[in-house]
């Protein structure tokens, strides 16, 4: 059983650029998180979706951030004109459902913004 | 909105020693998780409490839940150089729209 696949693991782009980074969660999963995270600091949340349907964008930067959870495919975290304060990692998490608890984390996307 | 402070921030011990980290919510919790980050790595989950005053007991870590369900804790006893890592622990509310908030994680160092 395949956990959380986060794709590209490492992703360099030139200020300007947008970056593009896809999670497909657990196998029965319908829900998924979106999390960055900075170097030597905790996991903020930016987005929580589920199957075509955005639950909580909250913590989404109102510009140039979209995030996508198609009825088919990966969900996509989509960064346009990256500048250099968006290099993180970006980590996405998936779980059975609302308050099911447990979130199955990918490995994460190592943003570079040069 | 929701948020959850964790204390401390850096822990260094000594092989052997004890370890506590506290998790503080100025809000009820609906539950709290914790979830262990090796360095370079992923957030893996450790445990999940919903109950409150429940403890409950992983080998040598032990998790509590306050009886008013806004505050937790993780104690490791006799730390081992495995136990490196940061630990987070997760605030799930009612009232949040059930998205999990991350504290912002208490990194352990060991030293043999």
């Known amino acids: 059983n395949a956990g959380v696949m986060q794709n590209p693991r490492h992703l360099v782009r030139r200020r300007g650029q947008e970056a593009r980074l896809r999670c497909s969660p657990m196998?029965?999963?319908?829900?998924v998180y979106w999390y960055r995270q900075l170097p030597e600091e905790g996991l903020k949340f930016m987005v929580y979706?589920?199957?075509?349907?955005?639950?909580?964008e909250s913590g989404m930067p109102k510009e140039r951030f979209s995030a996508e959870f198609p009825k088919e495919g990966p969900s996509i975290l989509r960064i346009q004109q990256v500048v250099r304060g968006d290099s993180a990692a970006y980590f996405c998490?998936?779980?059975?459902?609302?308050?099911?608890?447990?979130?199955?984390f990918g490995e994460g996307s190592r943003l570079t913004v040069l | 909105g929701q948020q959850v402070m964790q204390i401390p921030q850096y822990q260094h011990v000594q092989e052997g020693e004890d370890f506590t980290t506290y998790c503080n919510s100025s809000?009820?919790?609906?539950?709290i998780q914790w979830y262990k980050q090796r360095p370079g790595g992923h957030p893996v989950f450790l445990i999940q409490?919903?109950?409150?005053?429940e403890v409950k007991k992983q080998k040598r870590l032990t998790f509590q839940f306050g009886e008013a369900k806004k505050n937790s804790s993780l104690h490791i006893t006799a730390t081992q150089t495995t136990d490196v890592g940061t630990y987070f622990c997760?605030?799930?509310?009612?009232?949040?729209?059930?998205?999990?908030?991350f504290g912002a994680g208490t990194r352990l160092f060991v030293k043999a």
């Open positions: 998490a998936s779980s059975p459902g609302l308050a099911s608890g447990e979130l199955f």
């Open positions: 196998k029965g999963h319908s829900h």
């Open positions: 979706l589920q199957k075509e349907n955005i639950i909580d």
């Open positions: 809000t009820t919790l609906s539950n």
């Open positions: 409490l919903v109950k409150s005053g």
């Open positions: 997760a605030g799930l509310w009612d009232t949040g729209g059930f998205k999990t908030i």
